[in-house]
Nanobody
Framework: QVQLVESGGGLVQAGGSLRLSCAAS????????MGWFRQAPGKEREFVAAIHWSGGRTYYADSVKGRFTISRLYAGHTMYLHMNNLNPGDPAVYYC????????????????WGQGAQVTVSS
């Protein structure tokens, strides 16, 4: 069993940066691949980024490639999403999730989810 809690959301100006954190609990955290998804009002939940259980492989949606960076630290069981150059296409509720499959980009591939963190971008 893995429990996930996101933090770090908030309001930022266009072009600014935010860092989201995902704190994980559970003894098997290190064996799971992790991912970030986001969902804007009226839209489906979409894949943002994922990271292999070892941290050695990362995957990104084309819309965030070059701007967002996913990372994870085993000490403290934390995953991060560093978001730079935020633009009006980025506001959403951001969710962290855990999967037994590496590189999964579909939400159905993730068994555990956090409660979400709101990211708002002002123009």
């Amino acid at each position: 069993q893995v429990q996930l809690v996101e933090s770090g959301g908030g309001l930022v100006q266009a072009g600014g940066s935010l860092r989201l954190s995902c704190a994980a609990s559970g003894r098997t955290f290190s064996s799971y691949a992790m991912g970030w998804f986001r969902q804007a009002p009226g839209k489906e939940r979409e894949f943002v980024a994922a990271i292999h259980w070892s941290g050695g492989r990362t995957y990104y949606a084309d819309s965030v490639k070059g701007r967002f960076t996913i990372s994870r630290l085993y000490a403290g069981h934390t995953m991060y999403l560093h978001m730079n150059n935020l633009n009006p296409g980025d506001p959403a509720v951001y969710y962290c999730a855990a999967s037994s499959r590496d590189g999964a980009s579909a939400a159905r591939g993730y068994a555990y989810w956090g409660q979400g963190a709101q990211v708002t971008v002002s123009s």
